[in-house]
């Protein structure tokens, strides 16, 4: 059964992308098209925060690109001698949130302890930060710029300070169009589509739409969240999955459910 994910590949240690392999040990023929590239931003200003840990409380990672931004942080400005021998220890006396596997992973890699991880979204995030002694100092909240609301104002209301610092935007990918038209070529309407983000799937459903036609109603839509499957729902899709968890085994276990549903 042919299923398309809207997302970047990322091979693992196996050098397979986790999504590809654990949909197809359910039998789906999993396809990835990226919908989504990135512009860093304010880089130098969050590179100045880095090297300040005294003036934090600790970290919020909801993305692996706000992970990435420090990575070329480091990189851009010469600090990778600094952070390993240095701030990184500082860091770690502080803590790190995180929100997902995925991101926890970068964190580590990057030399930080993370918490948290297994708090599928900012929401899930921003109640286990509540459950915690709050820090005196503001919590540093590097995002996109298109964050979700949730977590800042759930941590406002507790009265835990933060501060954000956008440091990269969502643009489309240059291929959405020329990808999604090849796939429809070849593979014809999928059984399944999965959206990743918000903005992943404003930028691609005209296409899908355009590509489907009538057929657009065999198609189960899955969300890999709760801000995403609200974005389908406004859009007036019916959201026939949402994975438990943003992992490839959620997801998984939520196509399966929704593919042998039977139709209305």
């Known amino acids: 059964m042919k299923v398309l994910l809207l997302k970047d590949p990322k091979e693992d240690d196996c050098g397979q992308d986790p999504y590809i392999r654990e949909l197809g040990l359910y039998g789906f023929e999993a396809t990835l098209i990226p919908v989504l590239s990135f512009e860093f931003l304010s880089l130098p200003s969050f590179s100045e925060k ?12 909801t993305s692996p690109r706000a992970v990435e931004a420090v990575e070329l942080c480091l990189e851009k400005d010469n600090k990778a001698e600094v952070w ?7 860091w770690n006396a502080k803590t790190v949130y995180v929100v997902g596997n995925a991101t926890a992973s970068l964190v580590n890699k990057i030399g930080l302890d993370a918490e948290g991880a297994n708090c599928g979204n900012a929401e899930k995030l921003a109640e286990y930060i509540c459950s ?3 820090p005196a100092l503001p919590l540093l909240f590097p995002c996109g710029t298109v964050k979700g609301e949730i977590l800042p104002q759930m941590l406002k209301d507790r009265g835990i300070p933060m501060e954000s610092i956008t440091v990269y935007q969502k643009v489309p990918h240059p291929g959405i169009q020329v990808n999604l038209n090849s796939y429809y070529a070849k593979q014809g309407v999928p059984a399944s589509i999965t959206f990743f983000s918000p903005s992943g799937l404003a930028y691609s ?3 899908i739409q355009e590509l489907s036609g009538d057929n657009i109603d065999r198609i ?5 969240g709760p801000s995403t499957a609200r ?3 406004a859009q007036g899709l019916p959201v026939s999955c949402m994975a ?3 992992t490839p085994q959620g997801l998984a276990t939520g196509l ?8 209305c």
């Open 50 to 61: 880095l090297s300040h840990p005294e003036g934090y409380g600790g970290l919020i990672f």
């Open 84 to 90: 390993k021998h240095s701030l990184k220890e500082k």
């Open 132 to 134: 915690r002694e709050s």
């Open 205 to 207: 459903l005209k296409h």
């Open 220 to 224: 189960k839509f899955a969300a890999i």
């Open 231 to 233: 974005a389908l729902a």
């Open 244 to 246: 438990e968890s943003p």
């Open 256 to 263: 399966r459910l929704a593919l042998e549903a039977p139709r």
